[in-house]
């Protein structure tokens, strides 16, 4: 079942395309990962996704029932939200605010998924601390068990690891795997070729070439060949990283 579909994209601001001819679907329970250079527009399609931003043409069909407001999302973090003086309860429970409308308080159902979701997160025991003392790691699942609150069908995801040591970088990427395979659909931005290659198994191309396919297909692809040459697999941070997540999945990964 399509729950998004991109036909014939078109992107960019003031009139400037950055990017164009983007042709990709995503089904109900996949997980895509969307690389490429920098500036090839890896954020613009999401915000276009979002409706943030208009497409400069072609369109975004969002199909099996999808609503918009159904969507999570975990955008990039600024220093300002870093510092940003509440709870962690307080953060998660924002998440519901889609759900609430306009009334000014949160019922019983949206604090017990606020809690289920700071659980499935791994950070119940974080709840009455000031988000702001947590760790970069702590806050991204913060943020992340707030888009949860979003949704149970799909997750957007810019560059969650992003600036985490690799070690946290390994356990959120595995608590990611692991909200996949309970069926939720995952599209997420990398700069992160390797960990895009173990997780994902569709891979979204943009740049000076697109691709969009299998992980496989990636793989034996120019784009995909090229571009794991410039990140070698088995050096670097990034591979230990994924080498510590898929040892958390032979162990089971999933709770993290």
Do not use: W
């Not at 983007?22 to 089904?27: E, K």
């Not at 996949?30 to 500036?39: A, R």
């Not at 975004?60 to 159904?70: N, P, Q």
């Not at 410039?230 to 080498?243: C, F, L, N, R, W």
């Amino acid at each position: 079942m399509a729950l998004l579909t991109a036909r014939n994209l078109s992107l960019g601001y003031d009139g400037q395309t950055i990017v164009e001819g983007l042709n990709f679907t995503v089904n109900a329970g996949d997980y895509l990962c969307i690389v490429g250079e920098n500036g090839s527009g890896k954020t613009t399609l999401m915000k276009t996704i979002l409706r943030l931003q208009e497409p400069l043409g072609g369109e975004i069909v969002i199909g099996g029932g999808l609503k918009r407001s159904e969507i999570g999302y975990l955008p990039q973090q600024t220093i300002v939200q870093k510092d940003f003086p509440a709870s962690v309860r307080e953060i998660v429970l924002s998440g519901c605010l889609s759900r609430s409308g306009l009334r000014p308080f949160y019922n019983k159902e949206e604090k017990r998924l606020a809690e289920e979701n700071m659980r499935r997160t791994d950070i119940l025991p974080l709840a009455d601390r000031c988000y702001r003392d947590l760790s970069g790691g702590q806050q991204q699942r913060v943020l992340l068990a707030r888009a949860l609150c979003a949704t149970r069908r799909i997750l957007l995801l810019d560059e969650p690891a992003a600036s985490l040591d690799p070690i946290v970088t390994a356990e959120m990427y595995s608590l990611i795997s692991g909200l996949n395979k309970e069926g939720i659909t995952i599209i997420m931005i990398s700069h992160d070729i390797t960990a895009a290659v173990t997780y994902a198994d569709h891979i979204l191309h943009i740049g000076k070439e697109i691709f969009f396919g299998t992980k496989e297909e990636y793989l034996e692809s120019s784009a995909g060949r090229f571009f794991l040459q410039e990140k070698p697999v088995g050096s670097g941070e990034t591979d230990a990283a994924v080498q510590s997540g898929e040892a958390s999945q032979e162990g089971g990964g999933e709770n993290v």
